[in-house]
């Protein structure tokens, strides 16, 4: 394991879990004891209304990407969240306007993330967790060159999903090739498996004949409502029903992602 491990969570389609999975792992992994940032680099800021609901701050992803932006301390940009041992480095919605200068700058604004952020990150956190845009646009390969490794979400009924997969593995492989020869993809992640039916098990098997045995989490996300009701409530799911069974699976791969890397878990 790398210290201070960064992780990207991607993929080219919304709505596949990217959110759900940065929280909710995020929460589980600090349940291990660990010390974990979730960073929002999606201007949606779903995920910073999940952490920080209601919670003013000065100072944002926006800042971070901002070239203009002068000296900045990291620290004064990361805010605590309700579960001990979260750190949440939020974002505000008018962020999507820095994508053009970034891009001005050339591959200056693509490194823009790491230069700022990685020092930190590897030296104050056991994880960070990063929630990108349904894109594979600028903020992305800035975070992806700052990055360790990539998890990519797969909505187990979908196939634009299926295809946005694809299309990440292929940038993923490009930024390695291109800037970032650290950068590994970890695994796939099957979300929103309905159980009753045999169409998630038919996406694994599929993937499994293309990628190999080792291409994904054993743990799949079930479908489960109370995803909806925690994003609603502005809350994560470990708040509003610790039990749950989309709760225990986030749980489940938080511990089969410590073995992955070599770390036992702490806690049964």
């Known amino acids: 394991m790398t210290a201070g491990s960064i992780i990207s969570i991607v993929n080219h389609k919304g709505g596949v879990g990217k959110t759900t999975t940065a929280v909710s792992l995020g929460v589980a992994l600090a349940r291990e004891d660990l010390r974990v940032l979730v960073v929002d680099l999606d201007s949606q800021c779903n995920a910073t209304d999940m952490l920080l609901p209601g919670r003013a701050f000065e100072l944002s992803a926006f800042d971070v990407l901002n070239p203009a932006q002068g000296e900045l301390r990291p620290e004064d940009c990361v805010q605590p969240t309700e579960t001990p041992g979260l750190d949440c480095l939020p974002n505000r919605h008018d962020s999507i306007y820095l994508e053009p200068e970034l891009i001005a700058m050339g591959p200056e604004g693509f490194r823009l993330f790491r230069e700022r952020l990685q020092d930190f990150l590897r030296a104050r956190y056991d994880f ?37 997969f694809s299309n990440a593995l292929d940038f993923i492989k ?18 929103r498996v309905d159980r009753r039916t045999s169409v998630w098990r038919t996406v694994i098997d ?16 079930p479908m489960n409502t109370d995803f909806q009701r925690a994003e609603h409530a502005g809350r994560t799911i470990f708040q509003v029903r610790p039990g749950a069974p989309g709760a225990r699976a986030y749980r489940e791969l938080a511990r089969e992602l410590l073995v992955i890397l070599g770390m036992a878990p702490r806690h049964s």
């Open 128 to 164: 960070t967790l990063i929630d990108n845009p349904p894109n594979l646009g600028t903020f992305v390969a800035g975070a992806l060159l700052a990055s360790d490794y990539a998890i990519v979400p797969c909505d187990a009924g979908s196939l634009a999903s299926l295809k946005g």
């Open 206 to 221: 599929e993937r499994t004949a293309e990628l190999g045995e080792d291409w994904v989490f054993r743990t799949v996300i």
């Open 174 to 191: 490009e930024i390695r090739e291109n800037g970032n020869p650290g950068l590994r993809f970890l695994k796939g992640l099957i979300t």
